[in-house]
């Protein structure tokens, strides 16, 4: 088992719509959790990033973590076209003093005009 | 005012060269970091640096081997390319947890 599952997707939706964007995780000792948005051809750009279980907001976008049941999910309201990219959750599980971060396999977004 | 840049963005080589990506980060972090991503969009970790110190080694063939002659720069040397490296490789750095990539270099290996 993966230590973080994330569908690849492609998910396709038509603008406006509420995108729901998931990864579980078996390892609970991960203790950091992020969503990065890559666009073609692009580096990841970091979205959003958490460490409590709950939901954290930022415009569009509400980053909700579960970690009773190692559920981490990014909503997206309101979708535009250019939120079509992949987006990958990250996991940083602290190793030694230092941060080692665990990406998922990113779900593939088209927000369709 | 690019935070972390990578040279070259592309790089077409035969099997059985030798060859070097560089990364230079501007944001002052401590930590860079070496990724690999394949066809499959998948992420990898390949090696970390602190403050110069190689501290994540991932199980990464000894053809790679990176330097990192100081906190703002860590390059990426290649030996004996094989089809299989073909892949982006995004360097990052981070000060705290959260990554700053760099914008790949693609290696294409025929």
């Known amino acids: 088992q993966k230590e973080v599952e994330q569908d690849p997707g492609p998910l396709s939706v038509p603008e406006g719509a509420i995108v729901s964007l998931n990864c579980t995780y078996s390892?609970?000792?991960?203790?950091?959790f992020m969503w990065y948005r890559q666009y073609s051809r692009k580096g990841p750009e970091l979205l959003m990033y958490?460490?409590?279980?709950g939901n954290k907001e930022d415009g569009r976008f509400t980053a909700q973590v579960d970690k009773s049941s190692k559920y981490i999910s990014l909503f997206i309201r309101d979708s535009q076209p250019s939120d079509s990219a992949t987006y990958l959750c990250a996991m940083i599980l602290p190793s030694g003093g230092y941060q080692k971060v665990t990406f998922g396999i990113g779900t593939k977004l088209q927000v369709i005009p | 005012d690019t935070a972390v840049s990578q040279t070259p963005k592309y790089l077409v080589t035969q099997m059985g060269n030798d060859k070097s990506i560089k990364c230079e980060q501007n944001l002052g972090h401590d930590t860079m970091y070496w990724y690999k991503q394949d066809s499959k969009k998948f992420l990898k970790i390949m090696f970390s640096?602190?403050?110069?110190?190689?501290?994540i080694n991932e199980t990464v063939p000894n053809r790679f081997s990176p330097k990192s002659p100081d906190k703002a720069h860590l390059n990426l040397h290649i030996n004996s390319l094989e089809l299989g490296d073909s892949a982006v490789y995004f360097c990052a750095s981070s000060q705290g947890g959260t990554q700053y990539f760099g914008p790949g270099t693609r290696l294409l290996v025929l």
């Open positions: 390892n609970s000792a991960f203790q950091y």
């Open positions: 958490t460490y409590s279980s």
């Open positions: 640096y602190n403050n110069k110190e190689l501290i």
